[in-house]
């Protein structure tokens, strides 16, 4: 009896550590190369948003965000007050803007489904990570690790690794390329 109760339990943490695994691996998409899957990526827990991808072979991976809810309306996302949802409506629902939608190699929905992390590369996009405000529909440049840390003649590529479906951090690689020797070097950041 005491060894069913022991597997019993291994088995209820192995589950455990796999849902959080399949959790995780829901809320990240990587969109590059090989790794590029075309078509619609639907938001995570029934959210109102999707991704269409568009693998577009030596022009890259581009991608384009649709709310996809009944009558463009924010479905399960929490609005703080005043609970305005104005900046979607059913004529006006895809969104795509060459700095953060061009060469894109990975992307990740936030758990509160309030936001898009878009990780591209230099060679037709910007070689920056950028963090999309969903309700506001806006977005804006985060930059891992020191900007003035970047050096002028280098090209850079931000790889979503992965992100904490409870927390919400954010892990990216940051690949450097360097022009004048083509060496090639890596940090890893985990950013908000």
């Known amino acids: ?6 597997w019993a339990i291994v088995a209820v943490l192995m589950a455990a550590g796999h849902a959080h695994k399949c959790l995780a691996d829901e809320y990240f998409v990587k969109a590059s190369g090989k790794d590029c899957v075309p078509g619609l990526h639907h938001q995570p827990a029934g959210g109102p948003f999707s991704v269409f991808v568009f693998c577009d072979d030596a022009a890259g991976s581009n991608i384009g965000v649709i709310n996809t809810e009944g009558a463009a ?3 399960k996302i929490e609005l703080p007050p005043p609970k305005t949802w104005d900046k979607w409506s ?3 629902r895809f969104w795509q803007q060459p ?3 061009s060469d894109v190699t990975s992307f990740a929905w936030s758990p509160d489904l309030k ?3 878009v990780g ?3 060679v037709y996009g910007s070689g920056e990570l950028y963090k999309l405000d969903l309700v506001k529909r806006t977005f804006s440049k985060i930059t891992p690790g020191a900007r003035s840390a970047r050096k002028s003649d ?3 590529s931000v790889e979503i690794t992965g992100i904490d479906p409870q927390g919400g951090g954010v892990s990216v690689n940051v690949y450097a390329s360097d022009r004048k020797s083509e060496g090639r070097a890596v940090t890893r950041h985990v950013v908000r």
Not at 1 to 6: A, F, L, W
């Open 99 to 101: 700095q953060w939608a």
């Open 115 to 117: 936001s898009l992390y």
């Open 73 to 75: 309306g924010p479905g």
């Open 120 to 122: 591209t590369s230099y």
């Open 154 to 156: 280098s090209d850079y």
């Open 90 to 92: 059913p004529g006006d």
């Open 1 to 6: 009896m005491r060894i069913r109760v022991e």
